[in-house]
């Protein structure tokens, strides 16, 4: 490795800290005494750098919380496409579970993300738009899974989408108010029911446990 490639590696490294601690100290902040009275100074100070620092990696604070909000769906946008070959309902499993797992890893940052979206119209909206974009990918695939008659009837592909969705949230909500609770496993028992409901290959197995009974007897 060249001298420049070296050097150009550690600037590289020391801007990822300065973001990471940036990330860190807004959310803390948030958290605490909410978003509209958290400032650009009070953030640079509590990640300890200066505020020239800080409009180096981030144009407002505003830009702090689309960017963590933007980090959690495209992790989940990854997670999709990855799952994508088990089928589209592996598929939306794995998008709605990546969101909780992104969002569990710190239950301050979650919290301070939610304070931002609910005190802010700037963040409210910012989070609409790419949770609609999140919706749209997840209705896609609930369409794939009836097209390919996986859906049990009765099923809407709009609604199954939406609810796993509203799943999120809710898990969302449940953990930032109890610390006691676990995301994760309170979202995968909501999704996991949400699509057993759902399948058209859970709702056959309650048949074929009666056929079997039937010839036995």
């Known amino acids: 490795?060249?001298?420049?490639?070296?050097?150009?590696?550690r600037r590289q490294q020391r801007a990822r800290e300065t973001r990471a601690k940036l990330f860190e100290a807004a959310t803390e902040l948030i958290t605490q005494q909410g978003?509209?009275?958290t400032s650009v100074d009070r953030i640079a100070a509590r990640a300890g750098v200066a505020k020239a620092t800080f409009f180096v990696?981030?144009?407002?604070?505003?830009?702090?919380?689309?960017?963590l909000m933007h980090i959690q769906t495209d992790y989940a946008r990854k997670a999709r496409?990855?799952?994508?070959?088990?089928?589209?309902?592996?598929a939306m499993r794995a998008?709605?579970?990546?969101?909780?797992?992104?969002?569990?890893?710190s239950r301050t940052l979650s919290r301070g993300v939610l304070a931002a979206t609910l005190?802010?119209?700037e963040i409210g909206g910012a989070?609409?738009?790419?949770?609609?974009?999140?919706?749209a990918e997840m209705t896609a695939d609930a369409h794939a899974a009836e097209k390919a008659g996986l859906l049990a009837p009765g099923v809407e592909p709009d609604a199954l989408a939406s609810s796993l969705l509203a799943s999120y949230f809710g898990a969302l909500l449940t953990s930032s108010l109890k610390n006691d609770t676990d995301m994760n496993a309170v979202l995968a028992s909501l999704v996991d029911g949400?699509?057993?409901?759902?399948s058209r290959a859970c709702e056959a197995e309650p048949r074929k446990s009666s056929r079997r009974t039937k010839t036995r007897t």
């Open 119 to 121: 005190e802010s119209e």
């Open 81 to 90: 496409e990855a799952a994508l070959p088990e089928g589209p309902l592996e």
């Open 127 to 135: 989070a609409s738009a790419l949770f609609d974009e999140v919706l």
């Open 194 to 198: 949400t699509l057993r409901s759902a």
């Open 1 to 9: 490795m060249s001298e420049s490639e070296s050097t150009e590696t």
């Open 95 to 105: 998008m709605v579970e990546t969101l909780g797992k992104q969002a569990a890893r």
């Open 57 to 67: 990696h981030f144009a407002s604070k505003a830009e702090i919380i689309a960017a």
């Open 35 to 37: 978003y509209h009275a």
